[in-house]
Structure formats: structure tokens, C-alpha cells
């Protein structure tokens, strides 16, 4: 039987406010435990919640991205379950009415654009954290995430292979990060996945039973736990088994998953409108507001790279994987108009390359796209070949000369030389030198061209213009 694996992701954001969605109390990282925690996150008796402004603008304008509605009056409700990390013994969500309901992501997999649909995306406390590893035979508590503003994105269960999982949270990721509403670092918890997952035999319409994986940190620990939950659930079903509703958790020294708890319904929170806070009322005019601040989006700006730059789609979406990325290919385009091709090679191949190696972002690239656009005038102009180009960057990137481009080239001699007659003489010389190359040309032997074409080059150390050799080279042979 062939089996179709059918997955589902949440989401959760952590929005870019510097103070926690219902308290003042600051939501810095790496702060001492316990340190930033007020008496809101404590939840001491006759405290009460205060909505952040900040965080709702955020979802709003992550709603707008999408194409959802924002719902007005949008509810927060209470998410009743009982752990050490959750102080008031109930979680500050949102359920009947999210402030984002629907909506869309576009994604390529597999050279195709495929659509995601959204179910919602609501408005959430984080809970504190339990600490087990300093404490012998005992457990810690850090309240400082308590409270923390969360967007918890959740997707219909349209995607059919890990593969597609990680495009999806990739895209989602570079978004949230484009529009300014969360700084993405996984390594800190501000983007979290937590995919459910199920298996059906293919051509059937019913869904399977779908599993909960928990607080998955990195794009490979998800496909990696997706696979591995994929496998696992049909080996069960093969052989005559069930598959149980629950939340498991992916371990990754020993790349499976195990059972967490058994996976609740939404019943068993008995969630209710949250007494403390009014419904929230979000006017037409400030979702207009948002609207006007919004930067232009990725698929927008694709597009137009496409059709601007005659781009292909591909280094279209990889220019803007990043709003950072795209934006160092416009202020570099802008200083050399009708060269899109070659910044964008030079950006996704030497620059990537050297960031990638060095574990930078582009933001703390060494070389401005002033200077990059400088040394691509070079190529483009003549006054160097693509290979002394590589050289040049090299420099560049080390710091040499202070990065002038023209500086580089002259202390290294790398100007090419362009002057037909000064090449004219070098062709006729290594013709003269090479004479049964001259004859095995003429009688059709193709590769004779080529053997020609080095040894001028080879006899100018490569500073010849590569084009200018081939013209003047096939002329002289009568070709």
C-alpha cells in the first residue's frame, strides 16, 4: 500500500515588543532567571492584564501580508491546563475569535508554486520555563518568558512531504522577519514549530490520526522529526495496529520521537472568554494605518525583479529570501542600471559563498554594495576579466587598500588589456610560434582554437580580454 503523509504546522512567532503582551516587565533575553518577572507574570492576587498595543499592530500587519481578515471584535479567551511554568494556572489565548482569521502562503517546492492555506493566527502569553538540568532530583522555574508576546500561526493541512514542511516554515520565517514583527532567532525560542502530523493510504480523502510535535527549534530537526514520525506511524498501520492521538517530542541525539502526553481536544482546556479583558475592538482606519506602514512583501517585490530585471524566478526568490538581501541587491543595482544579472550572481555566488563560510548575515558584510557595484563596473567596462574579479574581492574582503577597488588592481597588475593592436601583435606572434595548431584549425580540428586562445592568454599571465582575443584570433585564421 502506498501511503500520503499529510502534515500541518503551528507556528509560534515571538513578537518584536520590547515589553510582554499584558505587563510592562521587559522581554530581553538572556536575562537572569526569574529577573524579569512582575507581579502581572507572578500572577499575585488582584493583579490585572493590560493589553500591548505593540504586539496587536504586529499581528495586524501580519494578517494584512497574507490576505486575511482581521476580525473585530476579536476575544481573548483562558486556556485552563495546570503546569509549574504557567503561574495563574490558566495560558491568555484566543479561540472563537483570533484577531487573524485565514489567509495564504505561497510557496516553491519543487520548482512549482504551491498555496498554504492559513486557519488562523491568535494572539498568546508564553509560559515560563521548567529547568532540570542544574537541579539534582528537582526541577526550576525561570518566569522570564511569562507573558512573552506570541503569534501562534496555524496552517490547514496542506502540506505532503517534510521537504515541503521546511519551504513553508522557511517562508513563513523570512516573512515575519521582512515585516518586522519577530527577529526569527531559533537558537532563542522566537520561532517555534510544533508539526502534527498523520498518514492516510493515497487516493483517500479521510484524514488519519495526526500526531503533535512539540517545540521544534531548527528547519532540519523538522523535517528530520517528520520523517521519522511519517515512518513510524506507517510501520504501526502495516501492521495491523492504531495509531493514538498525542503530543510527542522529537529527540534529536537519537533522531526519534516519543510519546510527551496523551493529545488533548480542545474541550479538555475548557477555554472561556477571558473576564479581565474586553473584547478587542480593532477600527477600519487603523487597520489602514498598518496598511500604508507595511514594506512592499517578497512575492510582490519577486515579481517585480522579474519583470524590472528579467531575473529568473529562482534568483528572484533567492534575492529576496531576506528583506536585508534584497535590499543590498537594490542599492547595488542602482549604481550600475542594466547589469541586474551580474549583481545578482556576484550577491547569491561570491558574497553568499564568503558570508555562508564565515557564519555572517549580510548586514555585517564587509563589502557595501557601493563597492561591490565599483568592482562590477570593472568586469563590465574591461578593465578586468572575471577571474582577476575574484582576486579583487578576495582583497576586498580582507580589508586591503581600504577596499578601493581601482587601488587593488593597480598594486596587484591587474588591469586587463583591451587595446587591439597590443593584442593583434600577440595573436600573430603565437600563431607564428604555433603553426601546426594553425594547420590542425583550418583542417576542422575545433579544439586547436582553444589550445590557441591559451597560449595568449597564457603569454599575457590571463590579462588579455578573453572576448577581444577570440575576435581578433578567429579573424586572423579566416574564421
Known amino acids: 500500500m502506498q501511503w500520503e503523509i499529510v502534515i500541518g504546522l503551528e507556528v509560534h512567532a515571538q513578537l518584536s515588543t520590547q515589553s510582554k503582551i499584558f505587563s510592562g516587565a521587559s522581554t530581553a533575553y538572556g536575562a537572569p532567571p526569574n529577573s524579569q518577572a512582575c507581579v502581572i507574570d507572578l500572577a499575585l492576587p488582584g493583579v490585572l492584564p493590560v493589553l500591548n498595543k505593540g504586539a496587536v499592530e504586529r499581528a495586524i500587519k501580519f494578517g494584512l501580508s497574507v490576505g486575511a481578515k482581521i476580525n473585530s471584535p476579536s476575544i481573548f479567551a483562558r486556556k485552563n491546563y495546570f503546569y509549574p511554568d504557567l503561574p495563574k494556572g490558566y495560558q491568555i489565548s484566543q479561540f472563537e475569535l483570533p484577531v487573524v482569521q485565514g489567509g495564504n502562503i505561497q510557496i516553491q517546492a519543487d520548482g512549482e508554486e504551491k498555496n498554504i492555506r492559513l486557519t488562523r493566527a491568535h494572539l498568546e502569553e508564553d509560559a515560563g520555563k521548567s529547568l532540570h538540568e542544574d537541579f539534582h532530583g528537582m526541577s526550576g522555574i525561570d518566569l522570564n518568558r511569562a507573558g512573552t508576546p506570541l503569534l501562534e500561526i496555524v496552517s490547514e493541512p496542506d502540506m505532503r512531504s517534510s521537504a515541503e514542511a521546511v519551504v513553508y516554515a522557511k517562508t513563513l520565517h523570512a516573512l515575519v522577519r521582512w515585516i518586522g514583527i519577530c527577529d526569527g532567532n531559533m537558537q532563542e525560542g522566537s520561532f517555534r514549530c510544533d508539526a502534527n502530523v498523520s498518514v492516510r493510504p493515497c487516493g483517500t480523502e479521510k484524514l488519519g490520526t495526526r500526531c503533535e510535535i512539540k517545540n521544534l527549534n531548527s528547519f532540519r530537526f523538522l523535517e528530520k522529526a517528520i520523517d521519522y514520525e511519517a515512518r513510524r506511524q506507517i510501520e504501526i498501520l502495516q501492521d495491523g495496529g492504531t495509531i493514538r492521538q498525542e503530543t510527542r517530542l522529537y529527540d534529536a541525539n537519537k533522531d526519534e520521537t516519543r510519546t510527551m502526553r496523551t493529545k488533548e481536544d480542545a474541550n479538555d482546556y475548557r477555554y472561556f472568554p477571558d473576564p479581565d479583558l474586553l473584547p478587542l475592538e480593532i477600527s477600519a482606519n487603523w487597520i489602514d494605518q498598518v496598511q500604508l506602514a507595511l514594506p512592499e512583501l517578497p512575492q510582490v517585490r519577486r515579481d517585480r525583479y522579474m519583470s524590472e530585471f528579467a531575473l529568473s524566478a529562482y534568483d528572484a526568490s533567492v534575492l529576496t529570501s531576506s528583506r536585508e538581501t534584497a535590499d543590498y541587491f537594490e542599492s547595488t543595482i542602482k549604481q550600475l542600471p542594466g547589469q541586474a544579472k551580474l549583481c545578482a550572481n556576484w550577491i547569491m555566488g561570491e558574497i553568499s559563498g564568503q558570508l555562508n563560510k564565515e557564519g555572517l548575515e549580510i548586514t555585517a558584510c564587509p563589502i557595501t554594495p557601493s563597492q561591490l557595484a565599483t568592482l562590477l563596473k570593472r568586469i563590465s567596462d574591461g578593465t578586468i576579466s572575471g577571474k582577476a574579479a575574484k582576486t579583487v574581492f578576495e582583497s576586498m574582503w580582507n580589508g586591503e587598500l581600504e577596499r578601493n577597488v581601482d587601488a587593488i588592481i593597480a598594486a596587484k597588475g591587474l588591469k586587463q588589456i583591451s587595446d587591439d593592436s597590443t593584442i593583434e601583435k600577440l595573436v600573430e606572434q603565437v600563431l607564428t610560434a604555433n603553426a ?41 585564421l579566416g574564421g
Do not use: H
Open 436 to 476: 601546426q595548431q594553425v594547420a590542425d584549425y583550418r583542417n576542422g580540428k575545433e579544439k586547436a582554437f582553444n589550445s590557441l586562445v591559451g597560449q595568449i592568454m597564457k603569454a599575457t599571465q590571463g590579462k588579455a580580454n578573453p572576448a577581444q582575443v577570440n575576435t581578433i584570433l578567429k579573424k586572423k
